[in-house]
Structures are given as structure tokens and as C-alpha cells.
């Protein structure tokens, strides 16, 4: 099977049934493990992108957060929330089709804080400088306790803090 052109033909039908032009397929040992078009119009979910659905059935099919072992085919180069959730997962590879300055000029999907053509740059700013209005819990009693959450996991998980570059096994 040819997963580049799996990954080109869920985006075409799910533009064709109303849905977003976006499609995830997700390889293991040369087989679909899992696979996805964007549900966010189906769904009226805006975390349904293909990438993070077909991330969701492939862990549960295998009973892990880890897809090491797995290659990700998606249609265009992915969003912040994508790509961190792809990151997250740890697959062997990603495959983009599509980069993201070649299917612009196509696709628009304006919202009050999202332009594809900026969020990544707004990603890269300061938590305060961003469009997106944040602000960080002045208490310091809240504060203490949102971090003690983190030392109960800490104790709950063996004590010690692994790099990022360990093993998740």
C-alpha cells in the first residue's frame, strides 16, 4: 500500500464529505495501525484534527502514549497543537505531503487567535506577549499547590525525573 496516497485520499473524501482537507495514516510494521481524517466539522471538537484522532486510536489499539516503531504520514506540514502531540507520542518518523506555504494560498481558516501563516510565530513569543490573553495565578498559596500536584506525582512515580532523551521503556 502506497501510505502517502492512503493519507491524500482520506483528506479528498473527507472534503468531499464536508470535512476539513487534512488526513493522518499511521504505519507499524508495514501495516495501518491507525488512520484519520480531520473530524473538527463532524465533531464541532477544534482538538479533532486528523493527527491527534488517529494518535488517540493507534495508543489505544496499542495500550501506550509511545508509537516508537511507527511512521506518521499526515497531508500538510502540522499545526503547533499537532506537532506537539506528535512530538509527545515519540514516533519514528513524521511524512508531511504538503508544506505549509504550498497549500495556503488554498486554504483559509481564520479564527480570533489563529492564522496558519503566524501561529508559529505567536508560539514563539513570551507567554505575555502573545494575541492570546494569558495570565499567570498571582497567589503564591495556589501557586504551592499547583507545584505540590507535581511532587505527588514525583513520589507516586518512583522518585526521580528522566530526561527526555530516556527510553520510555
Not at 5 to 25: C, K, M, S, Y
Not at 81 to 92: A, I, K, N, T, V
Not at 102 to 123: G, N, W
Request: charged share 25%; net charge negative; hydrophobic share 35%.
Amino acid at each position: 500500500m502506497d501510505f502517502a496516497q492512503r493519507t491524500i485520499d482520506l483528506a479528498r473524501d473527507n472534503v468531499a464529505e464536508g470535512g476539513r482537507p487534512f488526513a493522518t495514516v499511521i504505519v507499524k510494521d508495514g501495516e495501518v495501525l491507525a488512520e484519520s481524517a480531520n473530524k473538527v466539522v463532524q465533531t464541532n471538537d477544534p482538538t479533532a484534527h486528523a493527527e491527534i484522532v488517529a494518535i488517540r486510536a493507534a495508543c489505544i489499539k496499542l495500550g501506550t502514549e509511545h508509537l516508537a516503531g511507527t511512521t506518521i504520514y499526515v497531508l500538510a506540514h502540522p499545526c503547533p497543537m499537532c506537532l506537539g502531540s506528535l512530538y509527545y507520542c515519540s514516533p519514528d518518523e513524521v511524512v508531511f505531503l504538503t508544506t505549509r506555504d504550498a497549500f495556503e494560498p488554498h486554504y483559509v481558516d481564520v479564527r480570533k487567535y489563529f492564522e496558519p501563516a503566524t501561529l508559529y510565530h505567536e508560539f514563539a513569543k513570551d507567554w505575555k506577549d502573545r494575541r492570546l490573553p494569558m495570565r499567570h495565578e498571582s497567589r503564591p498559596e495556589i501557586r504551592s499547590a499547583a507545584v505540590e500536584v507535581f511532587r505527588f506525582w514525583q513520589e507516586h512515580n518512583g522518585g526521580e525525573r528522566t530526561a527526555s532523551t530516556d527510553s520510555p521503556d
